[in-house]
């Protein structure tokens, strides 16, 4: 299976995460908007054991954000990398964070109820107030 790397801007944490990911989306969802300082951010989820960090686990600092969201940042840089979700076991790699673009493209908007009112939306992509259902 072909592995994709990713980095923080620093380069300090480096991570690789296996192309095959379940689903993948736009997320407005405030905390997502707060975190990337944009209208949201582009995510792939995958199960946990095809994400592995390659190097720079000490500068992973886990802030937790709800107890269905665990952000994951560089403590040097700042840049946000991927979310831990413990319930479901599924990590959300944020695509900037990625060195090359996986197969799998943004198949939806989701959490536009938080969506920025400056942001408007202009492409065909389904949009869902909260997260689609799976």
Same mark, same amino acid.
């Given at each position: 299976m072909t592995a994709i790397t990713g980095s923080c801007v /620093?380069?300090?944490? +480096? #991570? &690789?995460?296996?192309?095959? #990911?379940?689903? *993948?989306?736009? /997320?407005? /969802? &405030?905390? /997502?908007? +707060?975190? &990337? %300082? *944009?209208? %949201?951010? *582009?995510? %792939? %989820?995958?199960q946990a054991d095809k994400f592995r960090v390659l190097s720079g686990q000490a500068q992973i600092k886990r802030f937790v954000r709800s107890a269905e969201s665990v952000t994951c940042f560089c403590t040097n840089c700042g840049s946000t990398l991927f979310g831990e979700k413990p319930a479901s076991g599924l990590i959300h790699v944020r695509y900037g964070a990625l060195d090359s673009s996986p197969s799998l493209r943004p198949q939806a908007h989701m959490h536009v109820a938080s969506k920025p009112d400056w942001y408007e939306i202009t492409d065909t992509l389904p949009q869902f107030s909260e997260f689609p259902p799976m």
């Amino acid at each position: 299976m072909t592995a994709i790397t990713g980095s923080c801007v /620093c380069q300090a944490v +480096k #991570f &690789s995460v296996e192309d095959q #990911f379940l689903y *993948a989306g736009y /997320c407005h /969802c &405030s905390l /997502c908007r +707060k975190a &990337s %300082g *944009a209208a %949201g951010t *582009a995510i %792939g %989820g995958i199960q946990a054991d095809k994400f592995r960090v390659l190097s720079g686990q000490a500068q992973i600092k886990r802030f937790v954000r709800s107890a269905e969201s665990v952000t994951c940042f560089c403590t040097n840089c700042g840049s946000t990398l991927f979310g831990e979700k413990p319930a479901s076991g599924l990590i959300h790699v944020r695509y900037g964070a990625l060195d090359s673009s996986p197969s799998l493209r943004p198949q939806a908007h989701m959490h536009v109820a938080s969506k920025p009112d400056w942001y408007e939306i202009t492409d065909t992509l389904p949009q869902f107030s909260e997260f689609p259902p799976m």
